[in-house]
C-alpha cells in the first residue's frame, strides 16, 4: 500500500500543480494555442533594400537631368510623344529636317528661336531625348525587379503595398511630364511672354518625382540600416520630431525651386543678402489679388525661395548643435553632421547661381544639391527610428 501511495505521488508531481493534471493540462492546451498562431512575417531579404536604393539613384538622376533639360531650353524640342515609337530617333537627313519642321510650328520656335540651325535644334532635341528614354530606364527599373520579387515571394504584405504604390506613381510621373510638356506648346493669344511650360505643372513633375525619391530612399534605408538601440528620452524624442520636420522643411524648398525655374525668377534681382537695394523690393505684391503673386511674380517667388533657403540653414544648424546634447551613436553623429556640410555647400552653390546670372553648370549642381540635402536629411530620420515595440 505504501508503495501504491508513492506512485501515485510521483505522478501527480509529473502532472504538475493542482487537482490531479489539471496543470498539466492547460500547459498543453497553450502548447497547442502557440502551435495555431501564424508564424511571424519572414524579413524581407537585403536585396529588396538595395534594389530600392538603386531605383532612388536612378530617380535622383532623372531630376538631374530634367533641370538640365530646363536650363538648356531643350523641353519643347520634343513636339509629341509615344511610348514605344519616339524610342527610335532620327536618322537620316531627311527624318531630321521632318522632324525640325514639326518643331517651327510650334511657339517657341516662332517667337524664341526662329534663327535656330537644324545642328543648334539636334543638340536640344537629344536633350530632352535623353531625358524621356531614362525615365523608361526608370520605369523598367521598378517594374520588372518588383514582378520578380513577387513572384519569388520576397515581399511581404506590407511590402507587396508599397512596391505597388512606388510603381504607380513612376507611371504617373511619366504621364504628368507629358501634360507639363503640353503646356509649353499651347498658343497663347494674349501672352507677350516667352513659350515656357506651366510652372505649376513644373512644380508638380518634380514634387511628384522627389516624392518618389523620397519613398524609395527611405524605404530602402529602413530596410538595411539596422535600428539603434537609443533610450526614448524626452530630448530623443524632440531630436526625432526636429529632423522630421527640417525634412519637411526641405523638400518644400526643393519644390520651390521649381517656381524659380518655372519663371525664371533667378534672373531677376541678381544681388545678396539685399535684393537690389532693398531688403524687401518694391514689386513684392506687384500682382492682384495678392496670392497670385506666391506662384506667378518672379520677384515674390525669388524673395520666397531666399526665405525658405535661409530658414532650411538655420533650422539645419540648430538641428546639429541640440545634437551634440545627446549621446548618439556614431553613424547618427555622422549623419547630423553630412546633413550640415551640405546645407552649407547649397547655400553657397544658390548664392553662386544668383549672383552670376544662373550659369548652367552652376544652376545644375545647385539643383543636383538639392536632392544631396534631401539625401541627407532622410538618412538621418531613417537613424533617429524608434525601435519596433
Known sequence: MLRVLRGAGAGARLLGPGRGGGGARARLRLLGLQQRLPPPPAP??????????????????????????????????MVDWHLVKEMKPPRTQQEWEAEFRKYQQ???????????????????????????????????????????????????????????????LVCFQGLLGWYMVKSGLEEKPD??????????????????????????????????????????????????????GTAALVFLTALSGAFVAGLDAGLVYNSFPKMGERWIPDDLLAFSPTLRNVFENPTTVQFDHRILGVATVTAITALYLFSRKIPLPRRTRTAVASLLAVACVQVGLGIGTLLLYVPT????????????????????????????K
Open 44 to 77: 524581407v531579404p537585403a536585396a529588396v533594400g538595395r534594389w530600392l536604393l538603386a531605383c532612388s539613384g536612378a530617380v535622383a538622376g532623372a531630376v538631374v537631368l530634367g533641370g538640365v533639360t530646363r536650363l538648356t531650353e531643350s523641353g519643347l524640342s
Open 191 to 244: 501672352s507677350y511672354d516667352i513659350p515656357r511650360v506651366s510652372q505649376y505643372r513644373l512644380a508638380a513633375h518634380l514634387g511628384s518625382a522627389l516624392v518618389l525619391y523620397s519613398a524609395s530612399l527611405w524605404t530602402g534605408l529602413s530596410l538595411l540600416l539596422p535600428r539603434h538601440q537609443l533610450p526614448e528620452t524626452c530630448q530623443l524624442l524632440r531630436l526625432r520630431r526636429f529632423a522630421h
Open 361 to 388: 553648370p552652376l544652376a545644375a549642381a545647385h539643383q543636383s544639391g538639392s536632392v544631396a540635402l534631401l539625401s541627407a536629411a532622410l538618412w538621418l530620420a531613417a537613424e533617429l527610428r524608434r525601435l519596433p
Open 106 to 168: 510650334f511657339p517657341e520656335f516662332r517667337i524664341l528661336n526662329h534663327d535656330m540651325t537644324l545642328t543648334e535644334f539636334k543638340f536640344i532635341w537629344y536633350m530632352e531625348y535623353s531625358h524621356r528614354m531614362w525615365g523608361r530606364v526608370v520605369g523598367l527599373a521598378y517594374i520588372l525587379p518588383a514582378a520578380y520579387f513577387w513572384r519569388k515571394g520576397w515581399l511581404s504584405r506590407p511590402m507587396k503595398g508599397c512596391v505597388l504604390a512606388l510603381c504607380g
